[in-house]
């Protein structure tokens, strides 16, 4: 269907022609043919024409599938089809918009939530994908899982068991066997995604930068602790804290020790808890979700970036003004986006399905800001 575009002239060609030979005046050899030359040459004319009109009418019918193609692929991705007229650059409606009004200061304020899809890039495992931590956890992790199942008669699952303050307080070394598997203290460089939300800053459209993610990288790229909330924690990596007595110690005493998966516990003589990250656990309260929905409530543009949208309360954060965009950058749809039978999606919402920084780097494009965000990624990185 690409080189319908040739099937039309090459039709026109076939009926001009036939059309030419049938009516061009006769010379003097012509009058001399038989009338039987005639009704050949008339036969002729008639097949270019039958031939002319067939192959017009392929390149109508290549059309309206192709049309009918892209508006199914459409419906499938989330994406509009692209219209090689009006977007010479071939974006994706939801970019070419966002674009446009951030180009017009009709978008001023930009809120951002993330999980860990914007840092598998990285480097550092997601864990509910198929490829996630949770599905794969590794054979010692599974090892104590099933051993803590068959001791407190449960079901557990990784995803059930890793993060849960319950859990931890029974057998700290089932999260603590973990750790050198989820990367958690690793230093890692920042993707293009992450640096991204930096560009934000720099100019002025960054209202909040809100993470599930405990891996710290956006710190890398010089981004404002005044514009980040580490939702479940995470932003302080050099300390950890009593599940028991909730005292803080300096981390660096105790890397040889979970480093290898073992269990670090406090040092205090009445107490002897295990220590575990500044990060917040199932069955643990978060502190940020009111200060988040208020600036929601004054945003223009909610991006939500690699996030399966499962958890509570921080799946919750959409409510957004009427006229304001929400846009997910995701591998599949979550959230409102996926409730499409509840009626809940806007005219503004937009999905963009596909590796999150070949996206962020189409919009970067679309706002003509590629040289200020190579020069930023350099200069962080160099």
Known sequence: MQNKKYLW??????????????SSPINSAAKARTNKQQIHLSKNSKIALSVGGIIVMAGVGAFVIDKQLGQHEASQTGLAPLDENKNPHQFPKAITTIAQKINKKEIKKIVILTGAGISTNAGIPDFRSEEGFYNNPPAIVNKKIKAYNQKHGTSFSAK??????NVFKNDPSIFWSAVPYCKFFDSKAPTPTHYFFKLLEEKGLLSLYCTQN??????????????????????????LHCATCNKEF??????????????????????????????????ESVEYKAKIDKLLKDCDLLIVIGTSFRVSPFNALTKIPKNAIRLLINNEKVGVWKDE?????????????????????????????????????????A
């Open 9 to 22: 002239p090459l039709g026109w060609l076939f009926i001009l022609t036939s059309l030419q030979a049938h």
């Open 160 to 165: 059930d068991m890793l993060y849960n303050l």
């Open 214 to 239: 405990c891996d710290g990288l956006e710190k890398y790229t010089g981004l404002s602790a005044e514009k980040m909330v580490f939702f479940h924690g995470g932003d302080d990596k050099d300390h």
């Open 250 to 283: 300096e981390k660096e005493q105790y890397n040889l020790s979970f480093e290898k998966g073992n269990v670090p516990y406090c040092p205090e003589s009445n107490c002897g808890g295990a220590l575990k990250p500044k990060i917040v656990f199932f069955g």
């Open 341 to 381: 039978e509840e009626k809940k999606l806007k005219k503004n919402d937009f999905f963009l399905q596909g590796d999150c920084d070949e996206i962020i780097h189409q919009i970067v494009s679309a706002l003509k800001w590629e040289k200020e965000f190579k020069a930023l990624m350099k200069k962080k990185t």
